[in-house]
C-alpha cells in the first residue's frame, strides 16, 4: 500500500517532513459517522459535494464546524474549504446555474453560493504572504496543510471529508479530547499576524478548558507581549469577538442598568466585573456566567458581592454619615479584600464623594480580645463570642471612637460565691 503512496503522491514526497506528515495521514486517519455529522446532509449539501466532484475539486468541511462535530456538537455555521480558485468557483457556478450573493469575501477567496434555500460560504485554501497584525495579504494554494498552517489555534485547523475522515495536521484532535488550547505553531507567530487571537484565545479557554489558570507558560508570555497589539485593532472586530465571549451573560440583561453604571463609572478604572455586574438581575447569573467562562475566584465574588448588595447599602446612606454602612461591612466581614469589594460598588453606584472618604480610610483594630473577655470571668468560647459581638456592636455605634475599658464596662460579670 506504501508502494503505491509513493507513486500516487510522489510529487509531494520531496522532503522528509511531508513523506512523515503523509503517513500519519493515512496511518491515523478516523472516520466520523455521528448523528450531528450525519444531519448536515441536506438536499443543498449533496447536491453541492456533486458539482465539486464532477468538476475535480476538493472539497471539505473547515474550522469550527468541525470541532462542534468532535464535540458531539451540531455546528450552527458550517465554513467549507476547497482547492478550487474564486475564479473557478464562479464558472463552475454559473454553468450549473447556481445563484453567487455577498462578493464582499471574492477578494479574499470566499465565494457564497444559494442551493435548496441554503447559503453555503466556500473559501478557496489561502497562504498568508505578509500581516501587519490586523490585515493579511494572501494567495490561493492547494496545500491543505498550509492552510491549516495559517489558523489560530490547533482545535480550528481541522478538516473534515464528506465521508467522514478527519484531516488533522497539527494534533488539533488530541487537543480537543484532552481540553487543551493551544495555538498553531508558535504562540508569537501566530498572535503577530491577527493581535485579535489574544481574544480568540481566551474565548475558546472558556469554552474548552475545565481548569481554570491552566494555561501554558509560553502562551501566556506571547499574549503579554503583544497585548498592546489590540489598540490597533478596529472596536468593531474587538466587539465582534467580545459578543462571542459574552454568550454567557443572560437574555434579559438590563441594558438601561448598564447604561447608567457605565456613566457612574467613567474616570474611576472600575474592574471590568464592577462594569459587567450591571447586566445581572441576580446572582444566579453570575454563577452561570461562571460556568460558562470560568472566570477567576476573585472576579466571581466581586459580582456576587455588587449583585447583592448594590441596592442594600445604598438605601442605608440615609443616615447622618453616608459612609457608615459601607464602613460597617467592611468590619463585619473581616476579609482582606472587603475594601476593594467596597470601593468598586461605590463606582457602580456613583458616589465619587464617598469613594474618596474610603479611600483615605484605614480600618480601625477592634480594640477587645476574647483573652480580655476571659479576664473578667467569663469562660465559656459560645459565651466569649457573644459578648464579644455585643461589644463590636457598641463600638460601630460609636464610630468606632470606644477603647477597651469603657466597652469592657458593658459586660456584666458573672456572680461568684460570697458576693
Known amino acids: 500500500m506504501l508502494r503505491c503512496l509513493y507513486h500516487w503522491h510522489r510529487p509531494v514526497l520531496s522532503c522528509r517532513w511531508n513523506r512523515l506528515c503523509l503517513l500519519k495521514q493515512y496511518l491515523f486517519t478516523m472516520k466520523l459517522q455521528s448523528p450531528e455529522f450525519q444531519s448536515l446532509f441536506t438536499e443543498g449539501l449533496k447536491n453541492l459535494t456533486e458539482l465539486f466532484v464532477k468538476e475535480n475539486h476538493e472539497l471539505r468541511i473547515a474550522g469550527g464546524a468541525v470541532r462542534d462535530l468532535l464535540n458531539g456538537v451540531k455546528p450552527q455555521d458550517v465554513d467549507f474549504a476547497t482547492t478550487a480558485t474564486p475564479t473557478q468557483m464562479k464558472e463552475m457556478f454559473q454553468s ?6 455577498n462578493n464582499k469575501g471574492e477578494k479574499h477567496g470566499t465565494i457564497t453560493a444559494r442551493l435548496h434555500e441554503e447559503n453555503f460560504e466556500i473559501t478557496t485554501l489561502r497562504i498568508d504572504v505578509t500581516t ?13 496543510q498550509k492552510d491549516a498552517e495559517r489558523r489560530d489555534l490547533t482545535i480550528n485547523s481541522m478538516f473534515l471529508g ?10 488539533g484532535y488530541e487537543d480537543l479530547k484532552n481540553k487543551k488550547v493551544r495555538f498553531v505553531g508558535h504562540a508569537k507567530q501566530r498572535i503577530q499576524e491577527d493581535y485579535l487571537r489574544i481574544l480568540r484565545y481566551f474565548r475558546f479557554y472558556g469554552r474548552i ?21 489590540l489598540a490597533g485593532i478596529s472596536g468593531e472586530r474587538i466587539w465582534v469577538e467580545l459578543k462571542k465571549i459574552l454568550v454567557g451573560l443572560p ?24 462594569l459587567l455586574a450591571s447586566l445581572f438581575k441576580v446572582q444566579d447569573d453570575v454563577t452561570k456566567l461562571d460556568l460558562r467562562l470560568k472566570i477567576a475566584k476573585e472576579e ?3 459580582g456576587l458581592f455588587i449583585v447583592k448588595n ?16 459601607y464602613q460597617d461591612f467592611i468590619i463585619d466581614s473581616r476579609e482582606p479584600d472587603a475594601t476593594t469589594r467596597v470601593c ?10 464617598l469613594l474618596k472618604e474610603m479611600q483615605q480610610w484605614s480600618i480601625p483594630p477592634f480594640p477587645v480580645s476574647g483573652h480580655d473577655i476571659r479576664k473578667v470571668g467569663i469562660s465559656s468560647g459560645k459565651e466569649i463570642g457573644a459578648v464579644l459581638q455585643q461589644l463590636r456592636e457598641q463600638w460601630k455605634k460609636s464610630g468606632y471612637q470606644m477603647e477597651k475599658d469603657e466597652l469592657l464596662s458593658y459586660i456584666k460579670r458573672p456572680k461568684t460565691d460570697g458576693y
Open 300 to 302: 466571581k465574588n466581586l
Open 310 to 325: 448594590r441596592k442594600d447599602l445604598i438605601k442605608a446612606t440615609d443616615s447622618s454619615d453616608p459612609l457608615k454602612p
Open 132 to 144: 501587519d497584525g490586523r490585515h493579511a495579504e494572501v494567495e490561493f494554494t492547494t496545500d491543505w
Open 209 to 229: 478548558v475545565d481548569k481554570p489558570g491552566d494555561h501554558d507558560a509560553e502562551t501566556l508570555e506571547a499574549i503579554a507581549e503583544n497585548a498592546k497589539g
Open 162 to 171: 464528506f465521508d467522514g475522515t478527519l484531516f488533522d495536521y497539527f494534533d
Open 96 to 101: 450549473a446555474g447556481i445563484r453567487m450573493i
Open 344 to 353: 468598586e460598588l461605590l463606582k457602580y453606584q456613583g458616589e465619587h464623594c
Open 251 to 274: 437574555a434579559n440583561a438590563s441594558l438601561e442598568e448598564f447604561d447608567k453604571v457605565s456613566k457612574n463609572v467613567e474616570g474611576f478604572s472600575p474592574k471590568p466585573m464592577t
